[in-house]
């Protein structure tokens, strides 16, 4: 008979994931092992076990969950009754936002997948190729030339994503900027700089 799930099955799981984004992002991803989370996670190894069977599985659902968060909270943020800029805007706040308070899940999305599956890879890929799409959409609106002569829309919209993925390196919640600052400075960027590209 097949073993039913815990009422408290979810707030497990996403205690599970949350102890083991904090353990990879601190020691990395070969030096971690399933008994330091199960011990950071005040749960059993047996427990973990029967939640994840492997670091890869851990690993995966850390950053699938991250990134579906991030895609439905940019969905929620996205107008298209706006001017592209100021879409842009609240798309780019919106990202920042997500971000907060979870640097260690991010960390594990840049530095973790090498040791996933190519299935695994392409279902994640999957979903950032949804994100890039949606804003390199709003970028193209922005400036409809960007690919006249040369394909410079991706490497612009990049340039974004680079600005705000690595905003965790530097950025202090005490610093002399806000989140939403930062966020307009970023935007403000690419509105200004995209004028002169071609």
Do not use: C
């Amino acid at each position: 008979m097949a073993r039913t799930r815990a009422v408290d099955f979810e707030e497990k799981q996403r205690g599970i994931l949350s102890s083991a984004a904090a353990v990879f992002a601190e020691m990395g991803m070969e030096k971690a092992s399933m008994s330091l989370i199960a011990s950071h996670s005040n749960v059993s190894k047996a427990l973990l076990y029967h939640y994840y069977p492997s670091k890869d599985a851990l690993i995966f659902d850390i950053v699938r969950t991250h990134l579906t968060e991030l895609e439905t909270a940019i969905e929620a943020a996205d107008r298209t009754d706006v001017a592209p800029q100021e879409r842009l805007r609240l798309l780019v706040k919106a990202v920042l936002k997500n971000y907060e308070g979870r640097d260690n899940e991010h960390k594990v999305q840049l530095n973790g997948t090498s040791a996933l599956s190519a299935e695994q890879l392409g279902e994640l890929q999957a979903i950032e190729r949804q994100i890039v799409k949606r804003f390199s959409g709003v970028i193209r609106d922005i400036n409809p030339d960007l690919n006249k002569d040369r394909p410079l829309l991706m490497p612009v919209t990049m340039s974004l994503f680079g600005m705000m993925n690595w905003v965790y390196m530097w950025f202090r919640p005490n610093g002399p900027v806000t989140r939403d600052e930062y966020a307009d400075i970023a935007t403000t960027l690419i509105l200004e700089g995209v004028k002169a590209v071609t």
